[in-house]
């Protein structure tokens, strides 16, 4: 059962994609600069869904109207 805690903690880059609303393509950019940490295994590459939820919160503002 703690893997599927485990599981739901990390996203792959077309869930983080959709979970954003960015593209897979700026989601692999970010990651490839290291502006966003990701975790390999084997082939897959997983994202941290707090380190996610952090970057939103910290790069947050608000829509000017």
Do not use: C, D
Request: charged share 30%.
């Amino acid at each position: 059962m703690e893997n599927v805690n485990l599981a739901r903690r990390y996203l792959r880059v077309p869930e983080a994609s959709h979970y954003t609303g960015l593209s897979e393509a700026t989601i692999r950019k970010w990651i490839f600069i290291k502006r966003l940490p990701s975790v390999r295994l084997g082939r897959a590459v997983l994202i941290p869904l707090e380190a996610l939820e952090k970057m939103i919160e910290e790069n947050y503002q608000p829509a000017e109207v």
